[in-house]
């Protein structure tokens, strides 16, 4: 015993736990409290007494048929409610269950459930799975049956998990009543988890973390929350599950954890995560204000064995902690000695958590559980974990990776040797190995076969999916002609393996062109190579390319907030290739779930009423017009077109919407369907045709809208000869997007084709119009808003909230919306090297351009944070696919730059990228106005570099009997200072820009943009060097310094302020009280100081349209939306209001007047219909 | 190198293990007579452990 005190040894205290089995315990719990409620899944919950109840019915069942103490049943249930009362059932028997989960593979579940010596398989998916096995008999659960007493004592077996095993045959492990009875008992004292525990149920069954999801709860008279499949498949899914359930205790591993945002579960107190390594950065993510355990423990000590709190501030490798109470562990070496604290050893552990063995294998047992020559205590065994551990200065033992070869893929322990002895057995494989190493999405097992002609990749996944889960299969697969074998030891080469998969990651094949131009295919290939690294060919298998669960969330999670359609897990695993999944995205019937209500009335969205408010500041200017033009060559038939154009607007309704105010309230009315006109300008007398086309085309995408009279879009036809027409459109982008484009031409080809030759035009109705998207955003937006808010404003808690580039002029003191198009395309070089660091950091070119934006932007500035924004298509409901309309957010995008390499910015701005898109329930002006951005007249609120990576493919427009040519429009002004367009043309990566001149000179922005390109690939090409010391003669000194003088903000052509604001607290005047009436009612406020600023008060852009209506109206004047801008407190524009007026002492007489009047007929308040 | 030599031995629980045959044996386990190479003393478990119940459980049921 000397050599335990030097050694790596801690024994916990003991902790005294009831010796009674599982089922009297719940049944006892039951007695107790019959009507609290012990499972729910949404609306479908079990009191205690019904759970009893019910599971008294299946163990009478099975008692019928024979089931008694330690006798085997499987469980073969759907993750509903009823799962609960079927293991419950078995248990209360008397028996042991066996998990056998629906829609694994069938012929190792029925390996598994022949190994137990199963007859017997209760749960409602048991006949399905099982109902055609030989010698096994399925049972639905019945009805309830009064209770009986179970027979079975603490000692018997109450579960059998099946692990993966080395042989390549599953081991399982014999769990009794007394195990799972101590650790919930420990877990419960650890935890400090009770009867108020509402635990997360999201382990499945054969995952011994299912323990903690069940039992801890109902130990203790809590409910579990067990989450459905559907639910579980999908982040997005999974937090509003845990939220409306308001979970606050639970385990998950790390892996899944990752997906989820803390910020969305604040209620979820106490986490407990392992099952693998937990990265301290996960930690950090989600320790603050929360209890966050990490959790150790093979199936073989009862779940846990050790746990320990962390904090926020861990390092990597975070420790594993202490063992649990009653427990104890010791790091030993091979011989089983005890090595000093501070030396890798592998962990045994001891204690009553310890299984009886592993089913039916008693050798293995006795390997794996030896005698325990530390603790004196006599015929003590202790568990070899295989994990190598060193035990901390601090006591706390520390996870550093496994003895053997069992690797942890998604939480699960697999054994290498098991799948190569299972893809051994394919007919043309000689030799096979098996590593795991890292992928995009985690680790991935990564299969070398050889010979070089191994069956391909379709043969093998058809020969290994019935018999991997999908966790042991690999990820991907090489052909060798030889194994690499280790000169001097003969052995195969292991290392060389890994570094082969390292490097062979799959590179884009010549023909893994994300082909065509179908929005759908394009997404959903650009998402793809995002995650795993490569881009699909229309062939490629999502599995076979590295693709995992992990990966298919991530892929689903992202589709949904970027193509807006509500794709499930299942269409990635069902539909597998790039082309299969497309077509279950396309083919999926138009979800009307998630509170979609159709046939509403026209309601404005809120990024509609963003761009209303936009044309309010600047009424003459169309910055936020989309235009386009299309070469016709052939006979056009204008008056079919004609009818064709009316057809679309007759099925998009929001082509005939306007939107006049009333009181500064923005509203949308809907006009009946009309006959579009369409002009015809002829060119073809002019001595310059294309000149004037030209210059016809600019003016024509510059038309300023009247939104409030409507129409929101022109047309018109140049003609240039007899064959040769242009035909042009512009729509205001409150009632257009990029994506709408497409849908455009389709319809109106359909519609032109019916026309010209004399058909029925008429398009069939949409199944939802944007009138539903308004109203279904409105409830989303209610629904998350705050919790997405509160996600914003961590996200960009101390972010600069201005963004100034060196410059050529002043500012003007009002934002000007002029815009001038540059581009550059990358040099070959450079493009190359984008492309490779995208590719080996496994995320899209947009993150490299980004990070090397955000480079540049720091030598610009001199700053390491800034913000961005970017665009987010809201089209997350298929329904709304064909529906043209305006479901653009802008987000912001934060870029932290400063003490790193390259490659690690990269990863930043993928994660970035990511992450902003999953955040759509506050739109932009509720972060600005959260984040307390001062309004400024100069410049957008918060955003003023863009950086817009949906670019979709120009759709292409084809009329009958026409061929059709795209013309380019010049754009019609830039509502940011910058917008950037990461685009790829000829086959080359390239950036475009639209700038506003009145700020940036072009010689400027050519360079700068010259410097962008040089700069990335200079980056890309040494993305592990310190970024800021890479190409550090970019920006060359004209792009980096400003004109002098520049820098400033240019004084208003009208003098903000004419008079002198009267100081002091003198009495209100006539003008101030006026205004502050107004702002109280339409701020909803009790009072309002003369010096208060607007945008402090709870004021935003929509409430300042509603004041400058009332006070228009008040005060029979005509005054610039603008100028409550420029003066946002009462006395500053109260001041302008007497000071600016043409003749003060009759503006001064009504406004006098105005103010008496709304001091004695008190209007009541009234918010406008909506916020910003 | 040789190749250690294990004993099988056996708790009150019934419970079988190995041990090297060089180390002292720990409180509370027995000697079963069965000595050889891991493999064999695995082996040789796999022919005589056949009930892998601890005694108590097993005794407990009967």
């Keep these: 015993m000397t050599d335990i005190l030097s050694a790596s040894a801690v024994q916990a205290e003991p902790l005294p736990w009831p010796d009674a089995t599982l089922a009297e315990l719940i049944a006892a719990q039951a007695a107790r409290t019959p009507d609290a409620v012990a499972v729910r899944q949404w609306d479908d919950r079990l009191t205690y007494r019904e759970l009893v109840d019910r599971a008294a019915g299946v163990a009478a069942a099975l008692r019928v048929r024979g089931v008694g103490r330690q006798t085997r049943v499987g469980v073969c249930a759907e993750r509903r409610p009823d799962l609960v009362v079927t293991v419950l059932g078995v248990l209360l028997a008397g028996g042991c269950y066996v998990p056998l989960e629906p829609g694994g593979p069938r012929a190792r579940l029925r390996a598994i459930a022949a190994d137990a010596g199963v007859r017997i398989v209760v749960g409602d998916a048991a006949a399905a799975e099982f109902g055609d096995a030989p010698g096994v008999e399925t049972v639905a659960p019945p009805g309830p049956a009064p209770l009986a007493a179970c027979p079975a004592r603490p000692g018997d077996p109450a579960y059998v998990l099946f692990t993966s095993g080395s042989t390549g045959r599953p081991k399982g492990v014999l769990v009794s009543h007394r195990n799972v009875v101590e650790f919930a008992t420990g877990c419960a004292a650890l935890t400090g988890a009770d009867a108020a525990t509402r635990a997360l149920g999201v382990a499945s069954l054969g995952f011994d973390a299912a323990v903690i999801d069940l039992f801890v709860p109902l130990l203790l008279g809590g409910a579990v929350q067990l989450v459905g499949a559907d639910d579980r498949a999908d982040p997005a899914r999974l937090t509003r599950f845990i939220a409306d359930h308001g979970v606050n205790f639970g385990f998950m591993t790390p892996t899944v954890l990752s997906t989820l945002d803390p910020a969305e579960v604040p209620g979820w107190r106490t986490v407990l995560c392992g099952g693998e390594a937990v990265p301290a950065e996960l930690a950090a993510r989600w320790a603050p204000g929360r209890r966050f355990h990490n959790g150790y423990g093979p199936t073989e000590t009862t779940v846990l064995a050790v746990s320990g709190e962390l904090t926020g501030a861990e390092a990597d490798p975070v420790p594993i902690g202490a063992p649990l109470p009653n427990h104890r562990a010791y790091v030993v070496d091979a011989d089983l000695r005890p090595v000093p604290p501070g030396e890798t050893g592998e962990l045994l552990i001891g204690g009553p958590g310890l299984a009886d063995g592993y089913l039916n294998r008693p050798g293995l047992t006795a390997e794996r559980f030896v005698p325990d020559p530390f603790s004196g205590l006599p015929g003590q065994r202790l ?56 992928g995009p999405a985690g680790a991935e097992l990564v299969a070398f076969l050889a010979p070089a002609d191994a069956p391909d990749d379709a043969a093998l996944r058809a020969y290994a999916e019935p018999r991997l889960t999908a966790a042991m299969r690999p990820a991907r697969t090489l052909r060798l002609a030889a194994l690499p074998v280790s000169p001097t030891t003969g052995k195969l080469d292991r290392p060389a393996l890994r570094a082969l998969a390292a490097t062979a990651r799959p590179a884009p094949a010549d023909d893994a062109v994300p082909v065509g131009d179908d929005p759908v295919t394009r997404a959903v290939a650009r998402v793809w190579a995002r995650l795993l690294g490569a881009a699909p060919g229309p062939d490629t298998d999502f599995l076979a390319a590295g693709g995992n669960s992990v990966a298919a969330m991530r892929l689903v999670a992202a589709l949904r907030a970027e193509l807006g359609r509500v794709v499930d897990t299942r269409d990635v695993f069902t539909g597998r290739t790039l082309a299969g999944i497309v077509e279950r995205i396309i083919a999926a019937a138009p979800d009307t779930g998630d509170g979609l209500t159709t046939g509403n009335p026209p309601t404005l969205s809120p990024p509609q009423r963003r761009l209303w408010f936009v044309d309010q500041l600047a009424p003459s200017s169309a910055p936020y017009n989309i235009a386009v033009a299309h070469r016709l060559r052939g006979d056009l038939d204008v008056p079919a077109l004609g009818v064709a154009l009316r057809s679309v607007a007759e099925r998009h309704d929001v082509l005939r919407w306007r939107v006049p105010q009333t009181a500064g309230v923005p509203y949308a009315v809907r006009e009946e369907p009309t006959d579009v006109a369409v002009p015809v300008v002829d060119l073809t ?167 090397a934006l955000g480079e540049l932007l720091s030598r610009l500035t001199g700053g390491d944070d800034h913000v961005l924004g970017a665009i987010v298509a809201d089209r997350r409901l298929a329904a709304f696919d064909d529906v043209v309309g305006f479901f653009i957010d802008t987000v912001p995008v934060r870029v932290r730059t400063g003490g790193a390499s390259f490659a690690e910015l990269v990863d930043r701005c993928a994660a970035e990228l990511h992450e902003v898109t999953a955040h759509p329930g506050a739109p932009l002006e509720r972060i600005v106005e959260a984040l307390g951005v001062g309004r400024d007249t100069s410049r957008a609120p918060l955003v003023q570099v863009l950086f817009n990576v949906l670019n979709f493919a120009p759709p292409k427009l084809a009329l009958a009997g026409l061929a059709t040519e795209s013309v380019p429009v010049p754009k019609p002004g830039s509502p940011f200072d910058i917008t950037v367009y990461v685009v790829e043309r000829g086959g080359r990566l390239g950036v475009e820009v639209v700038h506003n001149p009145d700020l940036f000179d072009a010689d400027r922005i050519d360079a700068l943009l010259a410097d962008l390109a040089a700069l990335a690939g200079a980056l890309a090409a040494a993305a592990d060097a310190p970024a800021a010391e890479v190409g550090a003669e970019l920006p060359r000194p004209a792009v980096r310094t400003a004109r002098l003088g520049a820098m400033t903000v240019a004084a208003p052509a009208e003098p903000a302020r004419a008079v002198a604001l009267p100081a002091g607290p003198d009495a209100p005047t006539d003008t101030e009280e006026l205004i502050a009436g107004i702002w109280r009612e339409v701020l909803e406020r009790d009072r309002v100081g003369v010096t208060d600023n607007f945008f402090d008060i709870g004021g935003h852009s929509l409430a300042l349209a509603a004041v400058h209506a009332r006070l228009t109206a008040a005060t029979g004047r005509s005054i610039a939306m603008l100028d409550l801008f420029r003066h946002p407190t009462v006395r500053a524009l109260a001041a302008h209001l007497d000071g600016a007026a043409d003749r003060p002492e009759l503006a001064r007489a009504a406004l006098r007047a105005a103010a008496r009047r709304s001091r004695t007929r008190r209007i009541p308040p009234r918010r406008p219909g909506g916020t910003a | 190198m040789a190749e250690s030599r294990f004993l099988v031995v056996r708790n009150d629980e019934e419970q079988y293990s190995i041990w090297s045959a060089d180390r002292e044996l720990p409180a509370g386990w027995h000697d079963t007579g069965f000595a050889g190479s891991r493999e064999e003393c695995l082996a040789h478990i796999d022919t005589v452990w056949t009930d892998m119940r601890p005694r108590s459980v097993r005794e407990a049921l009967s």
């Design chain 1, 383 to 438: 568990y070899r974990t295989g994990d190598l551990v060193t035990q901390a200065p601090d006591g706390r033992l520390v996870y550093l990776g496994r003895a053997d070869r069992q690797v942890k893929i998604r939480g699960q322990r697999i054994e290498l040797g098991e799948v190569e002895a299972v893809l051994a057995g394919l007919p043309g494989v000689d030799r096979v190995a098996v590593e795991a190493v890292d």
């Design chain 1, 685 to 851: 007398g002019g001595a310059d045709p294309e000149a004037e086309l030209a210059q016809m085309l600019a003016a024509g995408a510059a038309h300023a809208f009247d939104l409030a009279t409507g129409p929101p879009w022109q047309v018109t036809v140049y003609r240039l000869g007899v064959d040769a027409h242009v035909l042009a459109v512009t729509w205001h982008h409150a009632v257009f997007d990029g994506w709408s484009e497409a849908v455009f031409y389709d319809d109106l080809a359909t519609a032109y084709a019916a026309a010209v030759t004399g058909g029925d035009p008429t398009l069939p109705a949409l199944a939802a119009t944007y009138a539903d998207y308004a109203v279904w955003r409105a409830e989303r937006d209610r629904r998350r808003g705050d919790a997405d808010l509160a996600w914003w404003a961590e996200h960009l808690r101390g972010a600069p909230t201005a963004l100034d580039l060196p410059r050529d002029r002043p500012r003007p003191a009002v934002q000007t919306y002029a815009g001038v198009e540059a581009a550059v395309t990358l040099p070959a070089d450079a493009d190359r090297a984008v492309r490779a660091l995208a590719e080996r950091r496994g995320t899209g070119v947009a993150a490299v351009l980004l990070a």
